[in-house]
C-alpha cells in the first residue's frame, strides 16, 4: 500500500495548507491548557510555511506561548551564531518573529565536545518524551534520500546520534558553506526511530529537482541505500509535494 501523497500545483499554495495545519494543532492545545510540540526542519522546503506561520502570527493573532520545539539535525561541529548553523536559520526564519519562548527551542547543540555527544543526545530523547512526544514532524528530504541527516545506511530504529554526512550532502551544502572544503564533516540528527515516534509526520519537496528521489522515497524498496523508504512503514506519514516534484510517480 502506499503513503499517503498530496500533489498540489506549486509549493506556496502547499506550504500554506501545512503552515493552517500547524497552527489548528497550536489552537487545540491551546483550548486545553497544553503544549504544542512541533518538530522542525531547516532547508529551503519548509521555509514558505515558516513564513506563513509569522503571517499568522502578526496578522491573525497565533500565538507560541505554548509552544516547544525540536529541531531535526545540526551540523558538528558548528557555532550558534555562524550564518550556516541551523540556531541561525531558524531564528532568521521563524523564532525571531513570533512570540516563542526561546528555553521552549530545542536544537542539536552543535559546539559539544566529542565525549558529551552520546549523553547529549541520550537527554534530546528523554526531553522530546518527556514533553509526551512529537504532534508534528516537519521534514524535508534530501537528494541521497537522507530525513533529517540520517543517510544511506541509517537504521530504522537509530535514535539521536552524531552521524558522518554524505559527499552529495556536502556538494549540496557547498554553496551555503563558500566551497565543500568548509563543510563540517558530521552532523548531530534524531534517528529514523525519533522520528516515526512522532504522531503526524509531513515530508515536504518542491520542484523537478526532487522528483527522482521522491519518485523512490515512495515506490521504491525499503531500504537503508534510501532512507526516507522507511517512511512507507509509517502510519502517520504525509508526502506534501508540488507538480514538479510528481512528475516521475
Ligand atoms: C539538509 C537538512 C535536511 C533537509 C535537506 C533538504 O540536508 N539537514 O533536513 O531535508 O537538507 O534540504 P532542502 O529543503 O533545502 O532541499
Redesign the pocket.
Known amino acids: 500500500e502506499k503513503v499517503p501523497v498530496k500533489i498540489y500545483p506549486n509549493d506556496t499554495e502547499a506550504s500554506l495548507d501545512v503552515a493552517k495545519r500547524i497552527a489548528i494543532i497550536i489552537k487545540q492545545k491551546q483550548a486545553k491548557g497544553k503544549t504544542a510540540v512541533l518538530g522542525l ?6 521555509i514558505k510555511v515558516y513564513t506563513e506561520l509569522i503571517r499568522l502570527h502578526k496578522e491573525e493573532g497565533l500565538s507560541f506561548k505554548n509552544v516547544v520545539t525540536f529541531n ?2 545540526e551540523y558538528y561541529p558548528i557555532q550558534p551564531n555562524s550564518a550556516q548553523s541551523y540556531v541561525r536559520f531558524m531564528k532568521e526564519h521563524l523564532f525571531d518573529h513570533v512570540d516563542i519562548d526561546m528555553a521552549n527551542v530545542n536544537i542539536p547543540d552543535g559546539t559539544l565536545a566529542e565525549q558529551d555527544i552520546a549523553a547529549f543526545c541520550m537527554a534530546y530523547e528523554q526531553k522530546i518524551n518527556s514533553y509526551g512526544g512529537i504532534d508534528v514532524q516537519l ?4 537528494r541521497t534520500g ?4 540520517n543517510e544511506p545506511g541509517s537504521a530504522p530504529n537509530s535514535g539521536t546520534r552524531l552521524v558522518t554526512l554524505n559527499n552529495l ?1 556536502r556538494r ?2 557547498s554553496k551555503d558553506f563558500g566551497g565543500k572544503e568548509n563543510v563540517p564533516t558530521k ?1 548531530i540528527t534524531m534517528g529514523i526511530g525519533t522520528i516515526f515516534k512522532a504522531r503526524e509526520i509531513i515530508l515536504l519537496a518542491w520542484n523537478g529537482k526532487k522528483a527522482s528521489i521522491i519518485k523512490k522515497a515512495i515506490e521504491g524498496e525499503i531500504s537503508p541505500d534510501v532512507p526516507a523508504t522507511y517512511l512507507q512503514n509509517s502510519d502517520n506519514v504525509e508526502f506534501i509535494i508540488d507538480r514538479d516534484a510528481s512528475v516521475d510517480l
Request: proline residues 5%; hydrophobic residues 45%; without cysteine.
Open positions: 526542519a531547516t532547508g529551503v522546503s519548509p531535526l539535525d521534514l524535508g528530504i534530501g537522507h530525513i533529517g541527516f550532502t549540496d551544502a552532523a
